[in-house]
């Protein structure tokens, strides 16, 4: 098959990635990262994420809620108990749950936190294997024991002290050495903003300090694309990217260090970016990955853009289209997939779109689910769960389907859409309406279509209108005429349905929508992924048509009241 190569290359690249980190760590690790280690912290940074007390309370008795699995730790080690996933494991040894302690910041919460920094120096920091030292795990745990320096320092013995700056310069030192053999995109962007942070925290040479806050700077010039959208294209990762980077340039600048371009140039093109993928309820549109959001951090990371106006209209580089009009937001994914290395998240959505009215959600994608639940990852990584067109219950981009590959390269997408065309619409005559014409080709090898989606919105922010036609390029070889394509629109859980005629009337929050189209639809039930309280039922309209038949369909979604 003709994605056979891609993944043979990857699978060839992934290899001698872990040989060469294995390499670098070594039989004699316990030597090579064994060094000196500081008096005490030169800073403790800032940190943008919140906590719940009522965690640290059920963390205190032994009940450990990360990655969707519980896992009760009774009287042993939690670092010694079974894990139920390697998402479970992760969580656990990145410590981003101390911030629960942080935010319960009593005695009793400080020394449970630091009484599980120091069972996991006992248990796991002598072997530089396992989950604990994956580079993305490490990376955010040394950005976490940073970030809440004085929660575990602050009344702690002399002993405990030592050993845990000991741990902090070891494991500094660790990622220093495998920064280069960290997966590529978020991964090895992680391992940098951690190596920076240290560098920051720690007390070291200057020119070190300095070296590592570039080799940052550098990494987000190859990650952050021009119009400040993540190479992924993954709207979340921005999030994720600012959150840990805003508090590296805070300390910086609060320490008079130097800040380099790179860092500066790359935070001023994410917040727009990040505004940009925002509907008018604060949450992210769901793409390639994006999955409940976490409001307090979104909210707080708003805080720093200091842009004015509405954000851009096209984000040309990330592959997104944004249509608002007097509060109604539409969202398009106008994009072809990211490269094959970076796609391990990424989703099969081309051509869907989101549509928002004033704080109300209306037409979703099914987003991404919690962590820990791979069956529902890979449903939701589906052309089918994206408000778009399929054919033959197919999509447009493909898997790497096989579960040893799943486990070793993360489900990569591979062959899709090579070329999406877009162009704007210009507005004729009395028509006043934005929006745009666009066309992708993942179906045109199987099945000889492509795919062309007009959106228009009215100014007034109280039509949009669309049209989708599969434009027959060929007859497919060695295949029977394809009979069934469906246009999709997933709606959000807080839309009610009633369907009038041959109109459905979608109500919610006060609103009033109506959806018409010139084909029959149906309402059928669909998964919404993305809620904070897990995948909750939702309904869907659903247009089926035999293109061969019936190949443009006309629909629109109008504001009522």
Not at 39 to 64: C, K, M, N, W
Not at 376 to 391: I, M, Q
Request: glycine share 8%; hydrophobic share 40%; with cysteine.
């Amino acid at each position: 098959m003709a994605e056979n190569p891609q993944i043979a290359v990857l699978t060839m690249q992934e290899a001698w990635r872990r040989l060469r980190r294995r390499l670098r760590t070594g039989p004699l690790h316990s030597l090579r990262f064994v060094g000196s280690a500081p008096e005490r912290l030169a800073v403790i940074p800032p940190t943008l994420h919140q906590g719940d007390p009522f965690v640290a309370e059920a963390i205190y008795a032994g009940s450990f809620h990360l990655a969707g699995r519980l896992v009760e730790a009774g009287r042993g080690s939690i670092f010694q108990a079974p894990s139920p996933s390697d998402e479970f494991s992760a969580e656990l040894h990145s410590f981003f749950w101390l911030r629960h302690h942080a935010a319960a910041g009593d005695a009793l919460a400080i020394r449970n936190a630091r009484a599980l920094v120091s069972d996991w120096l006992r248990h796991c920091s002598g072997r530089l294997g396992g989950p604990a030292f994956e580079p993305e795990v490490a990376a955010r745990r040394l950005i976490a024991w940073l970030n809440h320096g004085d929660l575990l320092l602050g009344t702690a013995d002399y002993e405990f002290y030592r050993r845990f700056l000991r741990s902090l310069s070891a494991q500094t030192r660790y990622l220093r050495s495998i920064a280069q053999e960290a997966p590529a995109g978020m991964p090895r962007l992680m391992v940098r903003m951690a190596i920076a942070l240290a560098g920051v925290c720690l007390p070291m040479p200057s020119g070190r300090a300095k070296a590592s806050v570039q080799h940052l700077a550098d990494e987000l010039d190859r990650q952050i694309l021009p119009d400040g959208g993540h190479a992924s294209r993954n709207p979340a990762a921005l999030a994720a990217i600012l959150a840990e980077l805003l508090p590296i340039r805070e300390t910086l600048v609060n320490q008079g260090q130097p800040v380099p371009k790179g860092i500066y140039s790359a935070i001023d093109r994410m917040l727009p970016a990040l505004r940009f993928f925002r509907h008018a309820d604060g949450t992210l549109a769901l793409f390639n990955g994006t999955g409940a959001c976490e409001m307090q951090l979104l909210a707080a990371l708003m805080r720093f853009d200091e842009t004015l106006g509405e954000p851009l209209s096209n984000a040309r580089h990330s592959g997104y289209h944004r249509l608002a009009a007097d509060g109604t937001v539409v969202i398009a994914d106008t994009g072809c997939p990211p490269q094959v290395a970076l796609s391990r998240s990424a989703h099969a959505g081309t051509l869907a779109f989101e549509l928002s009215s004033q704080a109300a959600r209306i037409v979703v994608n099914c987003g991404s689910p919690q962590p820990g639940q791979p069956e529902l990852r890979r449903l939701s990584r589906s052309t089918a769960a994206h408000s778009t067109v399929t054919v033959e219950d197919r999509s447009s981009s493909r898997f790497a389907g096989q579960p040893q590959l799943d486990r070793f390269l993360g489900s990569p997408l591979v062959p899709g859409p090579t070329e999406v065309r877009v162009e704007e619409i210009a507005a004729e005559g009395s028509e006043r309406t934005i929006g745009f014409d666009a066309a992708h080709d993942g179906y045109e090898r199987e099945f000889g279509f492509l795919h062309q989606r007009r959106l228009q919105l009215s100014t007034d922010g109280a039509m949009l209108s669309g049209r989708d036609h599969l434009l027959a390029t060929r007859k497919p070889r060695g295949r029977e005429d394809t009979k069934r394509a469906a246009i999709r629109f997933h709606l959000h859980p807080q839309v009610s349905v009633e369907t009038i005629g041959d109109t459905a009337r979608l109500s919610l929050r006060g609103q009033l929508w109506r959806f018409s189209a010139d084909r029959p639809f149906t309402v059928e039930d669909s998964i919404f992924f993305a809620d904070n309280s897990g995948s909750r039922r939702t309904l869907q309209l659903v247009v089926e048509v035999d293109p061969g038949l019936t190949p443009e369909v006309a629909w629109a979604f109008e504001r009522m009241s």
